[in-house]
């Protein structure tokens, strides 16, 4: 890996040294690592600040990312270390050696009910702690943000941050930027009319699309085309239930239904989700 | 059947 002096300078201060990349963002990239102390793998995001929003900077740079080396949760990627150096952000966070739910299903296609049963227990519990604990909205739950650990376990991570690269605060609506499209499948209505929203509600929403995913092998809606989604999203609920395979029981496409509501209003929470029938 | 095609869409 080509690597200036002064981020080898970051990565020998901290005692990390730097393995392959992961992954390319638009804004970043991740790459493996190696805690010389004690030899354990980390990854390590490396942000460009030059190429972040100025809100971003602002709300994420000095404070709140401080505020996630706090979180910690058995289903939440924890981050170990954040240094800004040489106008770029480092985050030091655990590893999760299995990929992403993405990759998984991409392999494997659709879950069995027990599995999707498993996993969507530890996002929920992870959910809810980031919720009701930290009084804060994940705004960018999906597939990709799911991770598996070697015990394939599943970990949340990247809250709090691809949402408000996006945000146009002047215009109070999402940029319609190259970062937002990856995410448009798991839209709530609200975000998909540009409309003011409830971000926990919308986390609930983008729950209901990974739950439908996981069961089913593919997205509910047609995200390809936002007004044809759209109609499919508020055609409630005769729209979701029809498209489900038969093959999944009555308690999980109720709790689906209950997810997938158009209405914030009536939308159940993530506590509420907790206590379906489904989990128990 | 509609139910195959359908299955077909919207992949992840």
Known sequence: ?280 | TLKTLISKMNPI
């Open chain 1, 1 to 280: 890996i080509e690597i200036d002096s002064k981020t080898q300078a970051v990565l020998d201060r901290k005692n990390y040294r730097l393995l392959e990349k992961l992954s390319q963002g638009s804004f970043g990239e991740v790459y493996k690592g190696e805690f010389k102390i004690d030899h354990r793998l980390v990854a390590i995001k490396i942000l460009d600040i030059s190429k972040m929003s100025m809100k971003f900077k602002e709300r994420y740079v000095a404070r709140e990312l401080k505020a996630l080396i706090e979180c910690r949760h058995l289903n939440v990627v924890q981050i170990y270390d954040i240094i800004r150096s040489n106008n770029r952000l480092y985050i030091f966070m655990e590893y999760c050696s299995n990929g992403t739910l993405t990759m998984f299903i991409k392999k494997f296609g659709a879950c069995s009910e027990s599995l999707a049963r498993i996993w969507f227990r530890q996002l929920v519990d992870a959910l809810l702690y980031i919720h009701t604990e930290l009084k804060m909205a994940h705004r960018d739950i999906k597939f990709d943000n799911v991770l598996l650990d070697e015990k394939f376990n599943v970990k949340l991570t990247d809250f709090g941050f691809a949402k408000e690269l996006a945000w146009n605060d002047n215009k109070q609506q999402l940029e319609l930027t190259a970062t937002i499209c990856g995410t448009e499948p798991f839209m709530c209505p609200q975000l998909v009319q540009r409309r003011p929203y409830n971000p926990m509600k919308a986390d609930v929403w983008a729950m209901g699309v990974l739950l439908f995913g996981l069961l089913n092998g593919r997205f509910p809606f047609n995200w390809a085309d936002p007004s044809l989604m759209l109609k499919e999203q508020t055609n409630y609920p005769k729209f979701i239930r029809s498209v489900s395979k038969n093959t999944i029981s009555e308690e999980a496409n109720d709790l689906i239904a209950k997810i997938l509501d158009p209405d914030e209003q009536t939308r159940i929470t993530v506590l509420e989700i907790s206590k379906h029938l489904w989990l128990k």
